[in-house]
């Protein structure tokens, strides 16, 4: 690149940054807030307020909205790809069954590394486990709208940073860890998979405490107008998409990682 060309990127930048910290100044305090920071930061931990309406009939955290709407898209995105894609699919691959081919590996592999024996059944789980946690994760960049009870519009979070949900996810983990042990070794395998009895407790907060705390910085920094020009797209997709990676990676080794154990 040439030296006129690295000044006026500079230039460009510097323009382009200048514009939103003065618009920032200029908005401060022209706008109103229904909450303060601390009530935003708790109702993101304990959902307290801000519920949404299920068809009418209960209401419901945010999340709950959240896991409805990922498990739907994941179940017509695996419809379509069953039926428009796999019958295509050829022996010299292109990008797209490149991209599927290495993401079920990736799952398949780890399996059968960490339980020789028994892993047609984990690798499924996995695999399944693996895609809901990172699209659930990568969901809430997406900013989808959706509107309270009290007639506030809120942010779809992602559907592992309500407790609950992340909760379930742990313990369906143990029971599949659970059920390679009675399925490997019966009563001995039950034995040693209750033996880690605190395992879904501290998979499940491992997985809530990680994904919170991307979700609390990046309310942070929308909160303040000042900070939500440009900032938000550097700290969302940071934070969101590192958090995707390692808590899909974590969770499906470490399930994978005891399955075998109880299995073997």
């Not at 618009?23 to 401060?28: M, P, R, T």
């Not at 949404?52 to 209960?58: A, K, M, R, Y």
């Not at 942010?155 to 996810?169: E, H, Q, R, T, V």
């Not at 979700?215 to 020009?229: G, K």
């Amino acid at each position: 690149m040439s030296k006129k060309k690295k000044i006026l990127m500079f230039v460009f930048f510097g323009v382009w940054i200048a514009v939103f910290l003065l618009g920032a100044i200029l908005l401060q305090g022209k706008y109103e807030k229904h909450e303060t920071i601390q009530e935003a930061m708790r109702d993101a931990v304990l959902h307290e307020t801000n519920k949404i309406s299920l068809f009418g009939v209960i209401e419901v955290n945010p999340a709950v909205i959240s896991g409805f709407t990922v498990t739907g898209i994941l179940l017509l995105l695996a419809l379509f790809i069953r039926i428009f894609a796999i019958p295509r699919f050829k022996m010299m691959p292109g990008k797209f069954q490149m991209l599927i081919e290495e993401w079920v590996g990736f799952f398949d592999r780890l399996a059968k590394g960490n339980s020789p024996h028994r892993n047609k059944f984990l690798g499924a789980y996995l695999f399944a486990a693996g895609t809901y946690i990172f699209v659930g994760t990568c969901f809430e960049l997406f900013g989808v709208q959706a509107v309270t009870t009290e007639g506030h519009s809120v942010s779809l979070p992602a559907p592992l940073a309500d407790i609950n949900g992340a909760i379930m996810m742990g313990c369906l983990s143990y029971l599949v860890i659970l059920s390679g042990g009675i399925a490997g070794n019966r009563l001995k395998g039950v034995g040693k998979t209750l033996k880690d009895f605190s395992l879904p407790i501290s998979m499940s907060f491992r997985l809530f405490g990680a994904l919170l705390s991307g979700a609390l910085v990046t309310e942070l920094v929308y909160y303040f107008i000042s900070l939500s020009f440009v900032l938000p797209v550097v700290v969302g997709i940071l934070f969101t998409l590192l958090h995707a990676l390692i808590q899909t990676y974590v969770l499906t080794m470490l399930t994978s990682v005891f399955y075998g154990e109880v299995c073997e």
